[in-house]
């Protein structure tokens, strides 16, 4: 374990030295988990390379900053978890005045049960873009309405709504997959 740590560190060191042989090799490390945490946020393969790569940029740029306490993994989550915010904020066409729908049902349980997390994933990614967002920044991530408000540009009330929305989508489309399942 501490040859790995000392390793990032050294690697870590020669980001600050703006070596690119260290840049690349950060990079390769820590990009499957980092487009894991974009691709929740951006279906297309393109605009999350992009996104992706926008984070790691800042992440060099910011690389200083690091000051070795606590996980370098969530230093770069954060960051890249920023770039992805401010995408969706550029990105997403948000009305300004969106009516709040009523609570929505849960989804009947049995139904649930039969869904694989690869299925619900590729759901979730079905969600149009900016509900998307919400629910993955609720859902996933542990946000509350007023954070997500804040990080977005939207409303308290907007997030409420993109979330329910969310949810009454993702219980159509459960529902509707259901209908295919074998008992």
């Given amino acids: 374990m501490t040859g790995q740590a000392s390793e990032l ?14 840049q690349e090799k950060l990079y390769r490390l820590f990009y499957p988990k980092m487009m894991g945490v974009v691709r929740r946020y951006i279906d297309h393969e393109e605009q999350a390379e992009e996104v992706l790569n926008n984070g790691f940029l800042r992440a060099f740029q910011k690389i200083k900053q690091y000051t070795f306490q606590g996980s370098f993994e969530g230093w770069v989550r954060k960051i890249v978890f920023h770039a992805v915010a401010d995408y969706v904020k550029q990105n997403a066409r ?3 005045q969106i009516v709040l729908v009523e609570k929505d049902e849960l989804v009947h349980q049995d139904h649930a049960d039969k ?3 690869d299925q619900l994933l590729e759901l979730v990614q079905m969600l149009p873009d900016a509900t998307r967002a919400v629910f993955n920044m609720y859902v996933m991530e542990g946000y509350t309405h007023r954070e997500i408000g804040n990080i977005v540009g939207i409303s308290e009330g907007t997030s409420k709504w993109h979330l329910s929305e969310g949810r009454r989508i993702l219980k159509e489309k459960i529902e509707k997959l259901e209908l295919h399942l074998k008992h």
């Fill in 94 to 96: 948000y009305s300004s």
């Fill in 9 to 22: 560190e050294q690697l870590i060191q020669g980001c600050i030295r703006n070596e690119r042989s260290a």
């Fill in 115 to 117: 869904l694989y997390y």
